[in-house]
């Protein structure tokens, strides 16, 4: 009887009889995703400098030091290179590397503050809509409209000029603007969990909405939902550094790595370093999310990929 | 069809309407914006006059809709600073915005629609990796950054383009680049995920069947079908770009709607502001309605919806 279930001839071993539990083939699927190990390890790399940036930082970053200014980073060779300024000092003599280390902290923070505003946002319209349908639906999908027709870089200046720059106003700007695709994906996977069995069975057992949507809802919704978070993740990311960019972000001297390629514009033709560092570390950031978010979906989800 | 077209714009006019409303409450979300265009040390008594001038002293109902109503008529009141019409000033721009995007866009097609057909016919060979690392780059790199890069290689190291300005073809080209690559990964991953769909469907297989060359099922069979998805993304991104403009118009100072955009804010410029927001703001709903009227053409299933 057995016979046919195995794969080859032979003594069955335990292995052979017992498939493996849906826990060890998710540790399978994960380790065997090259995209998410390495997206994963830089993101682990960038968090732990920013939450161990006192100890890393070989000095303060915003200790200016104009006799200083200007020193090359480590690799570029010539007379003003020192050990003392690994990734050299930017115009006003401040120490690039702390200043890197310390600007892991704000776009972190805004990613992250910024997420969890749009998320709550975007999850509970996309839940609503996808859940009740009709009316409601049309109704979510006409806000998501409406938004998605709101140009986000343009709205989030001139909010941020009108009220006036701040970490807070960003954090909360972005929040409120990013939450579309969250509302986006949210409906349509609340709409495929909705058709199912289960959710009837729930419904004719007596169970309040609140309750299947939490219990029942919830669980079956949580891989898109974490998917989603890590893309908006590097989205705000990237949105915070542009609006910083053009200085209506995080205001001076906070070390955020959009700042820091603005105020080194100007010299960019004679130190590129001053902006490639930083670029470097945004792109490697937003990169590891990315990758991180794409393998979490692969092994999550296999079927999704597209 | 006739139904859904009318239905379709009818959701377009309330869009339109909702964002004129966000719009112009925008100036409202600091409190008194007399106060913020008066600055810092201003006089009570200036603060009046400005307020009088503007007639922010009216009941915020009736500003409303005079501003609605002579934004309908194409006069968007006088800017704050230029001392010109507002609609005069954009419309003047305007088409500099539109070259760009239309370049961006453009390139972005050209990049990712090969790439993505390729990647298609050859699931998971070298090539297909090659496109999916462009499409995890792309989306991971700051555009002003990448601006930026480009014109310290492109512009100063190599010296092939113009750095600034926007006074012939040569000057588009950078930042229609770095304007476009953002956009180039969505568009290649729907197209291969498009074109995958469809060479698995049965009419490809009985086009195969029937001995058709590889070339005549791709092109004339499978890429019809597959691009179609691919157009109506390609008109909302062209949306998302006349809005995202405003970093790359202000790297490569292109004379156009962003840069506007961007001197505006810098001088709290409210009327060219709110402006330009529901001009981008309609140029996009336009674009989707566009788009979702020539899919629903194309594809007969789309009109129930």
Redesign the interface.
Known sequence: MTQAALPRAGIPTAADILAPSPGVLLRRRILRHWGLLIGGTILAVIVLMALLAPLIAPHDPYDQDLARKLIPPIWHGGAKVTWAHPLGTDQLGRDYLSRLVYGARISLLIGVSAMLISGVIGTVLGVIAGYFGGRVDMLVSFIVTTRLSMPVVLVALAVVSIVGSSLTVVIWVLGLLIWDRFAVVMRSATQQIRAREFITAAQALGCSTPRILLTEVAPNVLNHLIVVATLEMAHAILLEAALSFLGLGVQPPTPSWGLMVSEAKGLMFFDPWLITIPGIALFALVLAINMLGDGLRDVTAPENRG | MLAFTVKRLG?AL???L??SL??FS??Y??GDPAI?IAGEGARASDIEAIRKFYGFDRPIIVQYVDWLAGALRGDFGRSFTLRQPVADIIFARLPVTILLGAAAIGFALVLAIPLGVLAAVRPNSMLDRFALTVA??G???????FA??L??WLG?TWRLLPITGSDTWQHFVMPAIALGYFVTPAVM?LT??GV?EVLASDYIRTARAKGLRPPTVLFKHALRNAIIPVVSLAAVQF??M???S??IE?IFQINGLGYL??ES??R?D?PT?QA??LV??VI??LL?LLADLLNAFLDPRLRAA
């Open positions: 959701v309330l869009v339109a909702t964002v966000i719009t925008m100036i979300v600091s913020a995890v780059v989306q991971a790199m700051p555009t002003f950054w930026l890069t014109i310290l100063v991953r291969r995920a995958l949306g998302f006349l809005g995202g405003i970093v202000t955009a961007w804010i810098q709290k409210l502001m330009i927001v981008l703001a996009y709903v989707t």
